[in-house]
């Protein structure tokens, strides 16, 4: 890749703390017993009568978040003023160091040193076709583009049309299957010299297989020596584990709000040797600075609002049922408590899950089945039931009051490999706010709905 786009990379010489595998191997004592009821009384879509398992699809959010954003409309609404040549009114100088506060919690969430590193969009799959663009104007035809099959088709389809239109050559990690896993050694292998982006996704949206962080970080050195850049899609994973872009180091990582309690906004971290030298498409006047450049035009500020609430959220969770990581600010060591204290509860509650999904006759679990991986695994649980179509399982469910779904979910290439194109999976996912007579019920559930006649 054109070294004006993609500087000599430098090895992270100092980490504050490596968390392990995007931090599921961390041992980390809560401060006291995790409290459910505690956490659901922040989320007022919870007494509603519907229990919620399509957290994958996107999180219920906090009464703060809600709060923060009709006060901003209330109270706040305005445009920024950065750049302009006169005086901010009140409203604006809120805004204005509203967008300065977001930026540095983004960078506090993924453990980045700079929050002039992040960009902030409409959603991740906005960013990725503006991004993948930008980066695109370095490659030349016969650069190869190594792509996961596992991975949603926001992290797939924006890199195909770049291939289209400037020939360049696609070619695809090899998965695990049926595990849907991915073999960091076998990606090292499939890296050639003109490899020019590794792209990836932490975990899978559609079966929750979660990719080791040791292993994205000996694939980026990898991709690093032979020039590559390696772009994460953390989308998934970034609810239910802590993220550090310093120990995975990797290029790029994008994530989205929507799906870690917060409102719908895409984010996303780029290394400052990157970002530095990115085009920008912006208007002329006037001239964006850092980040802010490739952030084009006006976005809703009132969702920044919501996001810095759902943050503050995080950060109490963190410091009531985790233990604060030492050696970290506390913005940034509250923010990992959090997620680690929701990866222990989350974890109890996917291997009960699994343990009675193992009981009923004729339901399949795909990727990692047995409860002994759960620490390999979101708590995402895609399934299939002998006789009966994805659809009319998750119809059931919902009428019985269980929020699932069921389909594709946009990973286009896996369920092709898994010969489950058109139908799909009935799709679980658990979130920080389940219980675990919530789980026992839809097992139940799902166990009826099994014994009942077929479909058809």
């Given at each position: 890749m054109d070294q004006r786009v993609v500087p000599r990379h430098t090895p992270v010489r100092a980490r504050v703390r490596t968390i392990g595998p995007v931090g599921m191997d961390a041992q980390v004592g809560p401060a006291r017993p995790y409290d459910v009821a505690a956490v659901r009384a922040h989320f007022p879509a919870l007494d509603r009568g519907t229990v919620h398992f399509d957290g994958p699809a996107g999180t219920q959010v906090p009464a703060a978040c809600v709060a923060a954003?009709?006060?901003?409309?209330?109270?706040?609404?305005?445009?920024?003023?950065?750049?302009?040549?006169?005086?901010?009114?009140?409203?604006?100088?809120?805004?204005?160091?509203?967008?300065?506060?977001?930026?540095?919690?983004?960078?506090?969430?993924?453990?980045?040193?700079?929050?002039?590193?992040?960009?902030?969009?409409?959603?991740?799959?906005?960013?990725?076709?503006?991004?993948?663009?930008?980066?695109?104007?370095?490659?030349?035809?016969?650069?190869?583009?190594?792509?996961?099959?596992?991975?949603?088709?926001?992290?797939?389809?924006?890199?195909?049309?770049?291939?289209?239109?400037?020939s360049l050559r696609v070619r695809w990690l090899p998965p695990s299957l049926p595990r849907c896993t991915l073999d960091a050694s076998s990606v090292v292998e499939t890296i050639g010299p003109r490899t020019r982006v590794v792209s990836l996704g932490l975990a899978s949206n559609a079966v929750g297989t979660l990719v080791d962080g040791q292993a994205v970080a000996a694939i980026a050195a990898a991709a690093h020596a032979s020039g590559a850049i390696v772009w994460v899609d953390a989308v998934h994973a970034a609810a239910h584990v802590p993220l550090d872009v310093r120990a995975l180091d990797v290029d790029v990582l994008l994530w989205s709000a929507y799906k870690v309690y917060g409102p719908h906004l895409g984010l996303c971290w780029v290394r400052r040797g990157i970002l530095d030298v990115l085009p920008a498409q912006n208007v002329r006047w006037p001239a964006p600075a850092g980040p802010h450049r490739l952030e084009t035009g006006t976005p809703a500020y009132e969702l920044f609002a919501g996001l810095e609430a759902t943050v503050g959220y995080l950060r109490w969770l963190g410091r009531t049922f985790g233990e604060p990581a030492g050696g970290l600010p506390p913005e940034r060591g509250e923010i990992v408590a959090a997620l680690e204290a929701i990866r222990r509860y989350e974890a109890d509650l996917a291997s009960r899950l699994l343990a009675r999904l193992a009981a009923i006759p004729g339901c399949r679990v795909l990727g990692l089945a047995d409860p002994a991986d759960v620490g390999r695994r979101c708590p995402t649980v895609a399934l299939t039931i002998e006789g009966r179509t994805p659809a009319a399982v998750a119809d059931e469910c919902c009428r019985r009051g269980f929020a699932v779904w069921s389909g594709e979910f946009a990973s286009f290439e896996l369920m092709r490999r898994l010969g489950l194109q058109g139908s799909g999976v009935v799709r679980v996912g658990i979130a920080h706010y389940n219980t675990a007579a919530e789980v026992d019920a839809l097992a139940e559930t799902l166990a009826d709905v099994a014994a009942a006649a077929p479909d058809g």
């Open positions: 954003v009709a006060e901003h409309l209330e109270r706040w609404n305005s445009n920024s003023t950065q750049g302009a040549p006169f005086r901010d009114t009140p409203a604006a100088a809120r805004t204005n160091a509203l967008i300065e506060r977001i930026h540095a919690a983004a960078a506090d969430f993924v453990g980045a040193s700079d929050p002039a590193e992040c960009v902030v969009g409409a959603n991740m799959t906005t960013l990725a076709f503006a991004m993948t663009r930008r980066i695109g104007r370095a490659l030349r035809p016969g650069d190869e583009l190594l792509l996961s099959p596992l991975d949603h088709d926001a992290n797939i389809a924006p890199w195909l049309l770049l291939a289209e239109e400037r």
